[in-house]
């Protein structure tokens, strides 16, 4: 068995004011100075934080709001003088899609590595757009062995990407003829920002965080003079990406990398080809948008034998490209694997997917749709203190990030990745699952919220009109 693959982490505390969803309000000129305060009896011992916070201030209007919002103090209180206030700023955070919710609870893991806890429960729907239409099975939850991160089972999380064979092929002398596989150590690798919120500084911290990770970051070949002189012995952990007509790098770079991706149109043969006189060893992906035509470019291609890999991308929201009415990107997914399991081919080639992965569940979901892997830029974007700004103006961005230390950004991505890793082991542990490699289209392990909704009243009331 191999060693249990583990991410070593160490707390990066934030460089700027705290940003929470909660703070207290508290009356001071009316305390009665109880020696038995409540909010020194606080659980979450927010009481003794915040004196602490409080004495380091450096900014007028930098006020605590890392309340859990268990009302605790606020109901028992003798005197009535706490009131929990909502924090404006925390509501101006992010977009429809990208959360308030989803951006702290980044920031939180990005911190502390772990998988953050609400004091305050679960409040919201049950149900919704996107991701939140679909829930896991966790019925395995009950039996010990099945006890997560803490289980005596071992749990694989590695996955391969490349094209897989579908029987096996020897060679004249009886060996095995196996095509090159990249193999990495969780489903997830790093993808380039959007242009929305392209930051070439932080490309050798992306490099850094997948290198000490062990997974694989897209970086576009144009960019390769950013990635800093020490750029050899990164190149296991770079997948470069070419652009339609972009030249291909230097051939003593090209024949150490294990992954390349090029973009799709009508000479994506010609460049395989190319690329694998100069590395044999490489698995070459095709990055197909999912706009009106992806879902069925995509099942087209994954039925070219030559090739390995297919990187499918939403926008950054998960939605389908340029659509009036888009579709989500894990529906896409499952219109991609299911023709592909119904032809016979879909073991032999890989579908990584992207865009809209911003929880770590999300992960776990989109494998449950049909990808062998998921691509996220933006949560390692948010794990450095970013707002996520409607526009990215650097030189006005309240996290500073043209001031970033390296040492700081490479351990919240590191952080980030350990908590995402944590909680994939947790869901697989409670589904049942020991290799990630199994969580591929695995929907009998999952509950979407079409098709009950079809199931339990579709009968009465009829097939929901798609808008």
Known sequence: ???????????????????????????????????????????????????????????????????????????????????????PVYERLGNRYWTPAIIETTWSQAETAKIPVSGAGYRGKFSGPGFDSMWTDMSEIVRPTRDGIHGREYISTAVDIGRKLSVLNFSKDGQLKMPPLVDIPMPMMIDMLPKEYSLPQLLPVFKAAAAATGIVMIADSKDIGLLGNDLQQYLPNIAFYFSSGAPLLRKDILQKIRLAEISDDDKIDQRIKELKNINPNMVVAVRVKLDAAGVKRAVELAHRPHIEAIHVVADMNGDEIGAKNPRFVKDMVRQIHNPLVSDGIRNEVTIIAGGGIALAEHMAKQLL????????????????????????????????????????????MINLIAAWHDQ?????????????????????????????EEATFGKIFGSRKNR
């Not at 909010?39 to 934080?49: H, L, N």
């Not at 209180?77 to 206030?85: D, E, I, N, Q």
């Not at 749709?369 to 650097?394: M, R, S, Y």
Request: hydrophobic share 40%; proline share 4%.
């Open 369 to 412: 749709c049909g990808a062998d892997a998921v691509t996220i830029n933006l949560p390692l974007l948010i794990g450095l203190e970013c707002h996520l700004c409607h526009v990215c103006d650097v030189s006005r961005c309240p996290a500073k990030l043209n001031e970033l230390d390296e040492k700081y950004a490479v351990g919240r």
């Open 1 to 87: 068995m191999p060693d249990k693959y583990h991410i070593k982490t160490q707390p990066v505390p934030a460089r700027r004011p705290r940003i929470g969803k909660c703070g207290v309000v508290d009356w001071r000129e009316d305390c009665a100075r109880c020696h038995n305060c409540v909010k020194k009896a606080c659980v979450f011992d927010r009481y003794r934080q915040e004196a602490d916070y409080i004495r380091g201030l450096t900014e007028m209007d930098a006020f605590f709001f890392q309340c859990m919002g268990c009302f605790s103090c606020v109901q028992q209180c003798t005197k009535g003088l706490l009131a929990l206030s909502a924090n």
């Open 424 to 452: 994939l082991i947790e869901v697989m542990g409670a589904m049942g699952i020991r290799d990630a490699r199994r969580l591929r289209g695995e929907v009998g392990r999952a509950l979407f919220f079409e098709e009950l």
